[in-house]
Every structure is written in structure tokens, then in C-alpha cells.
T-cell receptor, first 114, second 112 residues
Framework: EPEVTQTPSHQVTQMGQEVILRCVPI?????FYWYRQILGQKVEFLVS????????KSEIFDDQFSVERPDGSNFTLKIRSTKLEDSAMYFC????????????FGPGTRLTVT | AQSVTQLGSHVSVSEGALVLLRCNYS??????LFWYVQYPNQGLQLLLK??????LVKGINGFEAEFKKSETSFHLTKPSAHMSDAAEYFC??????????FGAGTILRVKS
């Protein structure tokens, strides 16, 4: 069964460093998303991406964040200068054109900023 | 705007007993509603979805949920709990664009 994959599973970085979280969505999906879950809090929407551009973003997704689909398979989230409060589990999700509301999630990347 | 409230951050049931996890939503547009399950150290797995067809929705692993517009509820049930059902369950709503708005989650514990 096709699934969303994410790498790395755990990333530790120092405050102020740049990180790139990688995702490989399900191959025939055209909508891509990033969510995050700070420990003990709700899963929060960050951004959605379709047709090579951001279709929606939350107020969390400020100028420190960017997303890219560098090739036909990867979808990345870059945090330009990490802060302590960026420590969270980051989930990538994807959905198909015909059922765009039905999102399939990856296993997540746990980001720890020290 | 959409929001979700899950009543009970922790629910404990005995093996074989009924599972009832509560979810109430708020939406300014007709909603799509979802239940996801998260096992320890794993991602979010879609259990079931409501997309304005049948109000009683059946999902994987014997779970089902009923959409009740008058009560703005989408509670998750399973007639007989199994040890393998122990996990965290999230209710989510979508309706204004594709983004999902999640509830805070309910941790289900199953006692032997």
C-alpha cells in the first residue's frame, strides 16, 4: 500500500541553524501539507501546497518557513533559523486530486532545537 | 472557521467493553469530518471519514462514527474494545479549504 515517507525521523539542531525536513508524498497525489504537533498540544496546520505554489498557510508559517517541491517526488519544509519553540513533531501529508479532503500522513519528523 | 472539541483527554475501558470517544465540531460551512488514530511513535492513520453521504460511517478495525448535525457531533464508537485499540485518537474537521483542524486528542487505554 502506498504511503507517505519522511526523513529524518529525528533531527537535533542548534538554535539559529537551518533545517530541511523531507517528505515523499504518495506518488499520484497532487496536494501536499505540513502540520506540526508541539509536545502535549494539538496537531496544527502549517501550509498546503498545490500546483507548485502555496495554496494556504497559517499564521505560524512566517518568513522563517518555506516549502518546496524540488523534483517530482520530494516535498520539503525549510526552517531558516530555528528557535527553541520550533521543537515539535512535523507531519507531512498528501491527498489526491479527486478526494483532496482525504489526507494521508507520514510518520513524522521529531525536531529538537537546543 | 472550524474548531473541534474532544471531551475527555483520557478514556479507559475494559477489554470487550464499548468504546465511545466524543467529538463536537463547529463549522461555518458543511463539514467533512475525520477520525485519525496515532499509535506510539507512529504517524496519523485515517480511521474513517464523513463527506456528506451516509451519516453512519464505518471505518477500519471495527470503528464507526455517526454524524449528527443537530448536535454538531461525530462520536467514535466500537462495540468491543481490543487491547490493540490502545492509542491516541484525533477528531478533525475540514470545510474551508483543505486544511484539517484537529481536536486535542483522546488517549484510549484498554484494561485486560
Amino acid at each position: 500500500e502506498p504511503e507517505v515517507t519522511q526523513t529524518p525521523s529525528h533531527q537535533v539542531t542548534q538554535m539559529g541553524q537551518e533545517v530541511i525536513l523531507r517528505c515523499v508524498p504518495i506518488s499520484n497525489h497532487l496536494y501536499f501539507y505540513w502540520y506540526r504537533q508541539i509536545l502535549g498540544q494539538k496537531v496544527e496546520f502549517l501550509v498546503s501546497f498545490y500546483n507548485n505554489e502555496i495554496s494556504e498557510k497559517s499564521e505560524i508559517f512566517d518568513d522563517q518557513f518555506s516549502v518546496e517541491r524540488p523534483d517530482g517526488s520530494n516535498f520539503t519544509l525549510k526552517i531558516r533559523s530555528t528557535k527553541l519553540e520550533d521543537s515539535a513533531m512535523y507531519f507531512c501529508a498528501s491527498s489526491a486530486l479527486t478526494s483532496s479532503y482525504e489526507q494521508y500522513f507520514g510518520p513524522g519528523t521529531r525536531l529538537t532545537v537546543t | 472557521a472550524q474548531s473541534v472539541t474532544q471531551l475527555g483527554s483520557h478514556v479507559s475501558v475494559s477489554e470487550g467493553a464499548l468504546v465511545l470517544l466524543r467529538c463536537n465540531y463547529s463549522s461555518s460551512v458543511p463539514p467533512y469530518l475525520f477520525w485519525y488514530v496515532q499509535y506510539p511513535n507512529q504517524g496519523l492513520q485515517l480511521l474513517l471519514k464523513y463527506t456528506s453521504a451516509a451519516t453512519l460511517v464505518k471505518g477500519i478495525n471495527g470503528f464507526e462514527a455517526e454524524f449528527k448535525k443537530s448536535e454538531t457531533s461525530f462520536h467514535l464508537t466500537k462495540p468491543s474494545a481490543h487491547m490493540s485499540d490502545a492509542a491516541e485518537y484525533f477528531c478533525a474537521v475540514s470545510g474551508d479549504g483543505n486544511k484539517l483542524v484537529f481536536g486535542a486528542g483522546t488517549i484510549l487505554r484498554v484494561k485486560s
